[in-house]
T-cell receptor, first 114, second 111 residues
């Protein structure tokens, strides 16, 4: 069974640029959630996708957007990067949207905005 | 919004039981208690979850008080590899509902 994978591992961008981060869900999982983790903080929920539709969103501006594909892989896009967007971005997959299902996290993508 | 309160840090001697407390005094009847941990620079790892009854798996035990306002995660024989940040989360089984991680407890296992 393949776990959750994310790419790239590290990324450096400059303020104002756009970035796309990618996530492959664990086999059989149709739900993916994205989180932002600033240094020294716990992960903060960005949004969740279920069967290619956004299924819940945290307190993040519209310049954070996402996609989920038919194979349940996912992308997180961030436009007009700001310095505060520097963080570890985590994706997590689960076999459903219900609260009974634990989420399985990938290793994350470390984004640095200069 | 913070739904749980955890100590910022704890130490535990290797081989001893690590008992990590969590207060969730405003927990609703349908909210589960989840525990995750995050070893430095890795993604969070699921440990255990429960609703009202105590739960045990190969990693840990979860003790939930009768009024459900607090819980304790027990690592029965802590090893150095258990050094991590431990997050206690309450979450209702509602579609799209998110996990609120808070800042967790940083557990250091001492040789």
């Amino acid at each position: 069974e393949t776990g959750v994978t994310q790419s790239p591992t590290h990324l450096i961008k400059t303020r104002g640029q756009q970035v796309t981060l990618r996530c492959s869900s664990q086999s059989g999982h149709n739900t993916v959630s994205w989180y932002q983790q600033a240094l020294g903080q716990g992960p903060q929920f960005i949004f969740q996708y279920y069967r290619e539709e956004e299924n819940g969103r945290g307190n993040f501006p519209p310049r954070f957007s996402g996609l989920q594909f038919p194979n349940y892989s996912s992308e997180l896009n961030v436009n007009a990067l700001e310095l505060d967007d520097s963080a570890l971005y985590l994706c997590a997959s689960s076999p459903g949207t219900g609260g009974y299902n634990e989420q399985f996290f990938g290793p994350g993508t470390r984004l640095t905005v200069l | 919004d913070a739904k749980t309160t955890q100590p910022t840090s704890m130490d535990c001697a290797e081989g001893r039981a690590a008992n990590l407390p969590c207060n969730h005094s405003t927990i609703s009847g349908n909210e589960y208690v989840y525990w995750y941990r995050q070893i430095h620079s890795q993604g969070p790892q699921y440990i255990i979850h429960g609703l009202k009854n105590n739960e045990t798996n190969e990693m840990a035990s979860l003790i939930i008080t009768e009024d459900r306002k607090s819980s304790t995660l027990i690592l029965p024989h802590a090893t150095l590899r258990d050094t991590a940040v431990y997050y206690c989360i309450v979450r209702a089984p509602v579609t799209g509902n998110q996990f609120y991680f808070g800042t967790g407890t940083s557990l250091t296992v001492i040789p």
